[in-house]
């Protein structure tokens, strides 16, 4: 079995796709940490969002 990340740093465009990969990483038992941060590229805004898995985060 393979077990899974504890932290994971998901970052991309801030388009319905990051969306998606975040609610999949939810469903799996992340949890969201901290609030996501945005910057702009010139092009497009990029995304990024810090999860953990639900069982690691307690003591």
């Known amino acids: 079995?393979?077990?899974k990340q504890v932290y994971k740093l998901i970052?991309?465009?801030d388009d319905e796709t990051f969306c998606q990969r975040?609610?999949?990483l939810l469903?799996?038992?992340y949890e969201l940490h901290g609030s996501p941060a945005l910057t702009f590229?010139?092009?497009e805004v990029i995304a990024a969002q810090a999860?953990?898995?639900?069982?690691?985060s307690k003591p």
């Open 1 to 3: 079995m393979e077990s």
């Open 11 to 13: 970052t991309g465009p």
């Open 22 to 24: 975040i609610t999949k």
């Open 27 to 29: 469903n799996e038992g």
């Open 41 to 43: 590229n010139g092009k």
């Open 51 to 56: 999860v953990v898995l639900k069982a690691a």
